[in-house]
Nanobody, 112 residues
Framework: QVQLVESGGGLVQPGGSLRLSCAASGFAFSINTMTWVRQAPGKGLEWVSTINSDGSRTYYADSVKGRFTISRDNGKNTLYLQMNSLKSEDTAVYYC?????RGQGTQVTVSS
């Protein structure tokens, strides 16, 4: 079955950077569009970014455009999210997603 395991979260100061990873298994990763979503405390799920199967097309929410970069390594079945210039409002649990499936998430906390 679909397995998605996120990692790379942590505590970072405003303006800092983190790179999230998502190890995928149980499906044909290389032919699937993948997405990052997040959930801030007390709020619903928010779409962050999407990448097509070969990585040639990427899409971003306005709130992260110019600061976050989504990428993938199909040889390693891994999805990435490079997050720069982090703000307190980026604090959330970040999930990678394939269709209706999500991993357990990784916590990102931006605070001084």
């Amino acid at each position: 079955q679909v397995q998605l395991v996120e990692s790379g979260g942590g505590l970072v100061q405003p303006g800092g950077s983190l790179r999230l990873s998502c190890a995928a298994s149980g499906f044909a990763f290389s032919i699937n569009t993948m997405t990052w979503v997040r959930q801030a405390p007390g709020k619903g799920l928010e779409w962050v970014s999407t990448i097509n199967s070969d990585g040639s097309r990427t899409y971003y929410a306005d709130s992260v455009k110019g600061r976050f970069t989504i990428s993938r390594d199909n040889g390693k079945n891994t999805l990435y999210l490079q997050m720069n210039s982090l703000k307190s409002e980026d604090t959330a649990v970040y999930y990678c997603s394939k269709g209706g499936s999500r991993g357990q998430g990784t916590q990102v906390t931006v605070s001084s």
